[in-house]
């Protein structure tokens, strides 16, 4: 563990290099987020999965408490959610 600017609760800490719960990207947790189960919020909504559509597990263990952590609703999730897949994807039709 180093010294290092956690990804979820922006707090110098002493950090874990661990690959995010969403994708292949190594991001710094520090022991406290990990202990939460608090993701990056951004993994959280590049991952592209609406509240409703994670399995119950994951959505257990790291989505609800990310989104008590960052004080989002499910509803605010799922919109930003859509607007990224817009964003990414181009344009709805
Ligand atoms: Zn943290």
């Given at each position: 563990?180093?010294?290092?600017?956690c990804?979820v609760?922006?707090?110098?800490?002493?950090?874990?290099?661990i690959?995010?719960?969403c994708?292949?990207?190594v991001?710094?947790?520090?022991?406290?987020?990990?202990?939460?189960?608090?993701?990056?919020?951004?993994?959280?909504?590049?991952?592209?999965?609406?509240?409703?559509?994670?399995?119950?597990?994951?959505?257990?263990?790291?989505v609800?408490?990310?989104?008590?952590?960052?004080?989002?609703?499910?509803?605010q999730?799922?919109?930003?959610?859509e607007?990224r897949k817009?964003?990414?994807?181009?344009?709805?039709?």
């Open positions: 563990m180093e010294m290092k600017t990804c609760c922006g707090q110098q800490s002493n950090c874990h290099s690959k995010s719960t994708s292949n990207n991001l710094d947790y520090c022991v406290n987020c990990i202990r939460q189960g608090y993701e990056n919020y951004d993994e959280l909504v590049n991952y592209g999965f609406t509240f409703d559509t994670f399995n119950n597990k994951f959505r257990e263990v790291v609800i408490p990310t989104l008590r952590y960052y004080n989002k609703t499910k509803e999730f799922n919109a930003d959610v607007s817009e964003t990414k994807y181009g344009q709805q039709a």
